[in-house]
Structure formats: C-alpha cells, structure tokens
C-alpha cells in the first residue's frame, strides 16, 4: 500500500468519527486517527493544504474525505460506510438530551436522511436499521401526529393531511425495522404473515428486542392515525405478536419503554378476559418503577388510555399534574421526552371539558345519555 493509500484508509476511519462530532455531537474524532492522519505523506496537514493551495471549512473537509471514498476498492469503501453507519446509529443520545424540541425537529430529517443514504449503499447495517426504525417512529410521533392532534379543532383538513404523512413515515419505519429483523430471520416479513405466533416465536435473541419494540411502534402508531384504512387495521394481531415476543424477551427493555407501548395498546387488545384498565395499570405501574416516577410518559399515557375512557376526572388531573411536576433536567436522559410529554399534558388538560361528560349526564342510562349527546 503506498503512502497516500495509507493516508486514505486512515482518513476514512476519522472521517467517520469527525461526521459524528461535527453534525450530531455523539463522539469526538479518536486522537490517534488525527495523530496518524496529520503524520501522512506530508509532515503536517497544514502543509499539505498548503501545497495544494485550499483551505477547507470542517464540513468541506468531511465532504472531500467522502468523495475520496467513492474512489476506494469496494472493501475499503464498505469499511468506510459501515464506520459512518455506526456513527450515525450512536447520534440519538445527544438529541435526546437537548432542551429544544424545535431545534431537533429541524436537525432530525437531516440525520434521517443520511441514514437513508448510508442505509443504500450498506443495506444489511443493522445498528443502523434499528437507528432509522426509531427515528422516523419518534420524528413522525412528535413532529407529525402530536401537531396533528392539535390542530384538529380548528382545522381538520390540515390535521388529516399530517396523519396521512405520519402513517407513511410510520410505515417507512416499520419497513426498517422488518428489514433488521430479517437479518437474524431470513423470510421473517412473509412468515409473519402467515403464522405471526410462530414467525415471532423463532426470533430468539434478546439483540433483536430493539427491532422487535420499534416495529411494533411503528406499526402500531400507523393504525391509530388510519381509521379510514381497513387493510391497515387488519394487521393490528401483527403488531401485537411483535410487542408480545419482545415482552417476552426483554420485559423491561429500554426503562420499560415496552410497558410504555402496552399501557396505550392495552384498550384495543381483542380476546382477552377482564377489565383492560387493570392490565394498563399493571404496565404503568412497572414503567415507572423502572423510571423511578421520573418520566412523565407513564402518567400521560395512562391518563389518555385509561382516565378519559373510564371518565374518571379525579385520576386525570392527578396523573398529569405529576407529570407536569417531574423536572426535565432531573434526567438529561430524558429531558427531551418530558419537555414534550409535558407538552401533551398541557394540552389534555386544556381540553378537559371536552373529554370529561359533566357527572349527571355520565350517570344516565346508555340511551338517556346518547339523546343528551344529541340536544341542541
């Protein structure tokens, strides 16, 4: 290999670090690349720039470190997207942390895109499907479906174009994430189809939990903005079989991010005996053991599933005002999840006299109750 080869190879695998640092912030470029990359075929990288009589912003720099990557042998180029793949599968957590949801929601199409990106030219990463699987759930959730909701009341064409946008950004999900979990399962879509207990029974690894949760998601929050899609809404025994197997797996995956899922899943959940408000509070009752009450999730979750159906006013309130108390820096961990959790709260609790009956009328039999609903 000759010098400047060398160069390059070493190059490749700063650039990929320094992709992480300079976009998202996850990592620091490794000071032994930088050290190997600016003892290179010149004494220093200053010089070299020199020579060739340019000079390169960060940005410019990676992107020229990127084109010389399309001229690589196909190996050291596989090399090369799989290191920036796995830069861009760790850049969640420092989006997670930020205290400015407006700010991640400009950044995170971005990230997403390059993962797209990444994702054809090295399309069995897995770390990477699983990164692209969650990212466009949470994106659609929180920067589509939730100003969709809001929007509702005074301007319900708008509001059912955004549903419409997440559900396809759902589904882009949901296709990353069955394309992660074929992998380890060749043929895993198909057989899911036909026999989803069986299918889901043979994923037999704890690694493949993540892909489990995020398809389930996915799928999952597709079905909730798709009332009007009966093909769609078939497929709900699908997304229940994912969520079940990876419960079973990994039941407190993620700080319970699974009992998160089931405590809004639990209502719609077919064939099962009993009260399906108990069987949320189960799963509300562990996510926040997991959390130590420090997640304002679980509360909304349970206050939207379980509070508004069973109009119990009372637990309402007290469920979202424990939310709202949670402190958001408590858990940088979790800081961008509770200031946009507490957001949602604010807003249930600004709708509360449209959810909650008034307690005579709720008190009526089922057909007083329903001319009630119809009277001027």
Known sequence: MTSWQRWNAVAIESASSMIGFWLFGSCCPPAESLRALIAGPWSTLHEWLRTL???????????????????LGCSLRKVAINKIGDSLASSGDTFASDDDPELIGSAV????????????????????????????????????????????SHDL?????????????????????????????????????RDRRSATAGVRSRTDVPLLYWTAAAWGLAISVSKDNPALIADQPLVEALIDRALALDPDFLE??????????????????GDFAERC?????????LTGGELAA???????????????????ESLLGTALAIDPDNKPQWRLNNIVMQRRARWLLGREEELFVPSAVAAMPNSAYAIALTRP
């Open 157 to 193: 064409n708008a509001a059912q174009a955004m549903r419409g946008r997440a559900r396809r950004l759902y589904l882009r999900a949901r296709d990353y994430g069955l394309r992660g979990l074929e992998i380890n399962t060749p043929g895993f879509s198909s057989a899911l189809r």
């Open 298 to 316: 679980p509360y909304v979750s349970l206050a939207e599933a379980v509070s508004i159906q069973k109009q119990n006013r009372q637990e309402f």
């Open 256 to 273: 319970g991010a699974i009992h998160g899922f089931l405590i809004a899943y639990e209502p719609a959940r077919q064939g099962v005996a």
């Open 53 to 71: 009589r340019i000079k390169f912003s960060a940005l410019l720099a990676v992107a020229a470190i990127l084109t010389a990557i399309g001229n």
């Open 281 to 289: 509070r189960t799963h509300f009752d562990r996510q926040v053991a």
């Open 109 to 152: 199409p971005f990230s997403l895109k390059l993962m797209e990106s990444v994702l054809a030219e090295s399309p069995r990463h897995r770390s990477l499907l699983v990164a692209a699987a969650s990212g466009f759930t949470q994106y659609a959730f929180v920067y589509v479906q939730l100003p969709a909701d809001e929007m509702e």
